[in-house]
């Protein structure tokens, strides 16, 4: 039986020290399952409206940011529909784009997370085309220019 890293990892994080955007993040992990669940496009969109505005809003981004990427980037480990991981990789661009006015740290927190994962990103984008490839280029880039760029030429020959 394979274990889907990505369920694991929003179990084993206690929701409850984190925030939102409208307070502590205790149902958040329910929200991430749900879109890691989504069988269709509909279903990541549902998934998505109790994602968006709540870990980020605008360019602000919550404490419940920080574990969010790891969860991300657990996720892409297991094999995922392309309307999840296009979700995931959006996710992750957005979060990787915001600020946090309450912890001015978070930001830079949240892109040391995601440069941990960026060989899982590089992988990826190696397996992926069109929209997905693009966007996790984009991602990357936020996190290491140099490599993003590496990348896409070596991808782009």
Same mark, same amino acid.
């Given at each position: 039986?394979?274990?889907?890293?990505?369920?694991?990892?929003?179990?084993?994080?206690?929701?409850?020290?984190?925030?939102?955007?409208?307070?502590?993040?205790?149902?958040?992990?329910?929200?991430?399952?749900?879109?890691?669940?989504?069988?269709?496009?509909?279903?990541?969109?549902?998934?998505?409206?109790?994602?968006?505005?709540?870990?980020?809003?605008? +360019?602000? $981004?919550?404490? @419940?940011? =920080?574990?969010?990427?790891?969860?991300?980037?657990? &996720? %892409?480990?297991?094999?995922?529909? *392309?309307?999840?991981?296009?979700?995931?990789?959006?996710?992750?661009?957005?979060?990787?784009?915001?600020?946090?006015?309450?912890?001015?740290?978070?930001?830079?927190?949240?892109?040391?997370?995601?440069?941990?994962?960026?060989?899982?990103?590089?992988?990826?984008?190696?397996?992926?085309?069109?929209?997905?490839? +693009?966007? $996790?280029?984009? @991602?990357? =880039?936020?996190?290491?220019?140099?490599?993003?760029? &590496? %990348?896409?030429?070596?991808?782009? *020959?």
């Amino acid at each position: 039986m394979s274990v889907d890293m990505g369920e694991a990892l929003i179990r084993s994080v206690d929701w409850n020290r984190y925030r939102i955007s409208t307070g502590r993040a205790s149902d958040f992990g329910d929200r991430l399952l749900g879109l890691l669940h989504a069988s269709t496009p509909d279903e990541s969109r549902v998934a998505w409206q109790g994602i968006e505005n709540f870990v980020f809003a605008q +360019d602000t $981004i919550f404490s @419940a940011a =920080e574990p969010t990427i790891d969860v991300i980037l657990a &996720a %892409l480990v297991n094999d995922r529909p *392309s309307h999840v991981k296009i979700t995931l990789i959006d996710l992750l661009f957005l979060i990787l784009n915001g600020d946090s006015n309450e912890e001015p740290d978070l930001h830079r927190r949240c892109r040391a997370s995601a440069s941990r994962g960026i060989w899982l990103l590089a992988r990826e984008a190696s397996l992926s085309d069109g929209p997905i490839r +693009d966007s $996790i280029l984009e @991602a990357m =880039e936020l996190i290491d220019a140099d490599r993003a760029e &590496a %990348l896409r030429a070596l991808l782009d *020959s």
